[in-house]
Nanobody
Framework: QVQLEESGGGLVQAGGSLRLSCAAS????????IRWYRQAPGKQREYVASMSADSSTNYADSVKGRFTISRDNAKNTVYLQMNSLKPEDTAVYYC??????????????WGQGSQVTVSA
């Protein structure tokens, strides 16, 4: 079983920066896809950013140019660097990693969520 542990959330003023981390533990053969989502109070969970196995990235329009997704393969850790934060970025942020534990077995795991609060 692959478990994800998130860290790095907190309270920041508008215009500030935070970096979220998502560390994967367990038997990992290959990571195929990494996604970050967020859920604001009273709203549905929404897509934020993703990275494919070939390291190509994609971002929601609302964060494009401000957020950067990256990974450290040696540490099995993924990151979401968030710059120029706005109050509307306030949400609980979740990482999701999909991959394989062996050549034949797949996994999909969610992080526990990290609260990000941006004050005006």
């Amino acid at each position: 079983q692959v478990q994800l542990e998130e860290s790095g959330g907190g309270l920041v003023q508008a215009g500030g920066s935070l970096r979220l981390s998502c560390a994967a533990s367990g038997s990992i053969f290959r990571i195929n896809f990494i996604r970050w989502y967020r859920q604001a109070p009273g709203k549905q969970r929404e897509y934020v950013a993703s990275m494919s196995a070939d390291s190509s990235t994609n971002y929601a329009d609302s964060v494009k140019g401000r957020f950067t997704i990256s990974r450290d393969n040696a540490k099995n850790t993924v990151y979401l660097q968030m710059n120029s934060l706005k109050p509307e970025d306030t949400a609980v942020y979740y990482c999701k990693i999909e991959g394989r534990t062996t050549a034949l077995e797949t996994f999909g795991s969610w992080g526990q969520g990290s609260q990000v609060t941006v004050s005006a």
